[in-house]
Structures are given as structure tokens and as C-alpha cells.
């Protein structure tokens, strides 16, 4: 059974600094990878988008890359903001499950203190 | 931009009494789907139609029961509350094949079962 482990659970950084945030998961037969962002009492919006083929994906400050075969993801974000402050969840599509049966990793609550 | 909108935002309910949380997107997609999100545990999939007329069981479909009432529509119906169905729910959207498209996600029902 797929499972998707996220660490740390919680950060806490000061404005400006470089961060990585990990993912993991244990089975690497999967369509995609996907990191989420949850502000606290909203829904989740989608940041990056990694297909399997692929090995990273960039959208302005935030730059994830995935390893499928160790099965392990990233997501870096430079130069971070207190606006950045939020929940981060990725999620991996496996291969063989109904469509849309995304798999959730539990998030990482990021603190960024100005 | 509407996007994914999800009513009623916060409900109480006593343990037996039954409830229809509504979901509509205004995005043409295809594909609607059910969440539950619980402190510990991540989101977890309930139900969901891949397309109009179609609806298939999730991780947790046990206690619920969904329509898809037309392209733009997935309602989810709790027969027979329970106070293990205390959670945030989420409806999302995506495009028919989701495979390298992102899910969109509404902000989420606050359910509380007493």
C-alpha cells in the first residue's frame, strides 16, 4: 500500500532564508507528484505538478524536483516570505488506482517569522 | 472566479441526524471528488465521479453516499450521522483525464457531529 511520508511535520524559519521541504513515498509506480498549498481554514491550491517522466518543476521562488526510483521529492523555496506561511502537502498519483485517488502525504506546517 | 464552491461552510449536527453537503464547479470538468481531511491522518478520499453519470467508492466510503447531478454538481449525503464523520470536507475538480492536470479544491465543510 502506498504511503507518503512528509518531514518535518513543522518549521519554523526567519524571512529570507533558503528551505527545503521533504517528501517520500514507499511505492514508485506512480503517475505524478503533486505539492499543495493549505492556508489555515481553505481549501488546498496547487503549486507544482511533477510528472513521472520528469525530474523537476519550477514556479518562481518554489523548485521541486522528484526521484522516483529512491522515492523521494523536494520542494525548495528561496528566499522565503512570512506570506509563505502555510501547510504544504504533497500527493502522488499511483499507478493502478481509481483516477483521481490521490494519495496524501500528512503536510509541513511552515512558519516563516519576519 | 468562483472555481470549486462548497456549501454549507460549518455545520453542527446530533449523532443520527442526516445531512447533504453540496459542491459545484464552474471549470467544465469532468471529474468531481470527495475528501475527508482529520487531524493525523491527511485527506483521505471518499468517493468520486470521474464523469457525469458515474460515481465509484474511495479509501473511506463506508457511512456516505454521493450524486453526481449534473456536469457542474457532486453532493455528499450522510445518511445517519456519526461522531467518527466529525471532519473538514472538501470537494475538487479536474479535467476528465487528471493525469498531469491538477485537482481544484473548494474551502472546505467544517462538520461537526455531537
Known amino acids: 500500500k502506498q504511503e507518503v511520508t512528509q518531514i518535518p511535520a513543522a518549521l519554523s524559519v526567519p524571512e529570507g532564508e533558503n528551505l527545503v521541504l521533504n517528501c517520500s513515498f514507499t511505492?514508485?509506480?506512480?503517475?505524478?507528484l503533486q505539492w499543495f498549498r493549505q492556508d489555515p481554514g481553505k481549501g488546498l491550491t496547487s503549486l507544482l505538478l511533477?510528472?513521472?517522466?520528469?525530474r523537476e518543476q519550477t514556479s518562481g521562488r518554489l523548485n521541486a524536483s522528484l526521484d522516483k526510483s529512491s522515492g523521494r521529492s523536494t520542494l525548495y523555496i528561496a528566499a522565503s516570505q512570512p506570506g509563505d506561511s502555510a501547510t504544504y502537502l504533497c500527493?502522488?498519483?499511483?499507478?493502478?488506482?481509481?483516477?483521481?485517488?490521490?494519495?496524501f502525504g500528512k503536510g509541513t506546517k511552515l512558519s516563516v517569522k519576519p | 472566479n468562483a472555481g470549486v464552491t462548497q456549501t454549507p461552510k460549518f455545520q453542527v449536527l446530533k449523532t443520527g441526524q442526516s445531512m447533504t453537503l453540496q459542491c459545484a464547479q464552474d471549470?467544465?470538468?469532468?471529474?468531481m471528488y470527495w475528501y475527508r481531511q482529520d487531524p493525523g491522518m491527511g485527506l483521505r478520499l471518499i468517493y468520486y465521479?470521474?464523469?457525469?453519470?458515474?460515481?465509484d467508492k474511495g479509501e473511506v466510503p463506508n457511512g456516505y453516499n454521493v450524486s453526481r447531478l449534473n456536469k457542474r454538481e457532486f453532493s455528499l449525503r450522510l445518511e445517519s450521522a456519526a461522531p467518527s464523520q466529525t471532519s473538514v470536507y472538501f470537494c475538487?475538480?479536474?479535467?476528465?483525464?487528471?493525469?498531469?492536470?491538477?485537482?481544484?479544491f473548494g474551502d472546505g465543510t467544517r462538520l461537526s457531529i455531537l
Open positions: 471549470m467544465n470538468h469532468n471529474s
Open positions: 475538487a475538480s479536474s479535467p476528465q483525464n487528471q493525469f498531469g492536470r491538477p485537482q481544484h
Open positions: 511533477i510528472q513521472s517522466s520528469q
Open positions: 465521479s470521474a464523469s457525469e453519470g458515474t460515481t
Open positions: 511505492d514508485s509506480a506512480i503517475y505524478n
Open positions: 500527493a502522488v498519483t499511483p499507478y493502478g488506482g481509481s483516477q483521481g485517488n490521490l494519495i
